[in-house]
């Protein structure tokens, strides 16, 4: 009964603040997953690079939303030009639905003038989602007083049903050596995604992210090949996004003291509100190490803040970034991407 009073309350206060509608998994660490952010950055760590995404999200609920995303890019300096694969898998445990995507990346770097570099990117992806109906609960069954279900609602479908589609998605980026700033479009060709014999276009997400990088005094000399000295500096960043009737805005800051990074991060818009409720969503912790020169790992922490608080568990996050190949030789006048480590 407990469970099921909270998955009640759960789904009236989705309904109380937006209009439901199909909308992309996100991820805390947006930076770790370069190319799910914008096809721009495939190649952008100049040689070749892997990476796995794992999130869970409000794990104290009976079923929670886990998204994992995994990555490899390689970028090509005689072509200027970065290739990549990526694969996106999401689970929502209330609907028994799955979304999967595989998808094909490319990416050119232009050098606009001295210390300033344009990279743009396309991505056509493939997307299979499973949705299993029997398990859907329509709020004529829910008894709320009582906290029961009441059998069957009078809704007739399939045991299950899926659905597969194309799409395109483009971007690109802006950066100099302390600063950059994006711009990404998913879902360029808006498919159809319904599962019955209807239209359900699936909105185009837009994503503008930009930051600055503000170093402080080098630290001791490293005995590596990939740095002269230990860096330290802070990192801050926004990255808003809108698709559909959605909207979302994360900002934050990473104070990196090689090989250790610490950040702290808000998401929500607080001066906007629906229904009078102000949309304040989480509050993130994240702590990372650079294992070595190649490997990177973090681990994040969202600390729900609006109605939901106490109720969800929050949302756990990891992230591992492997680089490996021939660095490509630089000079003092390269312009290398200041973006997060993590």
């Known amino acids: 009964m407990k469970r099921l009073l909270l998955a009640a309350t759960f789904i009236i206060a989705l309904l109380d603040a937006v209009e439901l509608k199909a909308q992309d998994p996100q991820f805390s660490q947006f930076y770790a997953s370069p190319l799910y952010l914008n096809p721009a950055l495939t190649g952008s760590a100049d040689r070749g690079r892997v990476g796995v995404n794992y999130r869970n999200q409000w794990p104290s609920l009976s079923h929670s939303f886990t998204t994992t995303s995994a990555y490899l890019d390689y970028f090509s300096k005689a072509a200027e030009s970065g290739v990549g694969i990526i694969f996106n898998e999401h689970r929502e445990g209330f609907l028994d639905f799955r979304s999967t995507e595989i998808g094909g990346l490319y990416s050119y770097k232009l050098e606009v003038s001295s210390g300033l570099i344009l990279r743009t990117g396309v991505q056509l992806s493939y997307f299979q989602k499973d949705l299993n109906f029997e398990d859907l609960v329509f709020g004529n069954q829910i008894d709320i007083v009582n906290g029961q279900v009441y059998g069957p609602s009078g ?36 498919p159809n995604q319904s599962f019955i014999d209807q239209e359900s276009r699936l909105s185009r997400k837009y994503s503008i992210h930009a930051g600055y ?10 005995r590596t090949v990939a740095y002269q000295f230990q860096e330290r500096s802070a990192t801050f960043a926004v990255n808003y996004k809108k698709q559909g009737g959605f909207n979302q805005l994360d900002a934050g800051v990473q104070l990196y003291f090689q090989p250790l990074v610490i950040g702290g991060w808000y998401r929500g818009i607080p001066i906007q509100s629906v229904n009078k409720v102000f949309k304040n969503e989480s509050i993130i912790a994240l702590v990372g190490l650079e294992l070595n020169a190649n490997l990177s790992f973090a681990y994040s922490y969202d600390f729900t803040v609006s109605r939901l608080a106490g109720a969800t568990g929050g949302a756990h996050e990891f992230s591992l970034t492997l680089n490996f190949g021939k660095v490509v030789k630089r000079t003092r006048r390269d312009t290398i991407l200041p973006c997060f480590k993590y």
């Open 213 to 222: 990088k503000l170093m402080f005094a080098k630290g001791r000399r490293l």
């Open 155 to 190: 809704e007739v479908f399939e045991k299950g049903a899926k659905v597969d589609f194309m799409s395109a998605s483009a971007g690109a980026l802006l950066y100099t050596n302390l600063a950059w700033i994006g711009f990404s479009t998913h879902h360029i060709n808006e």
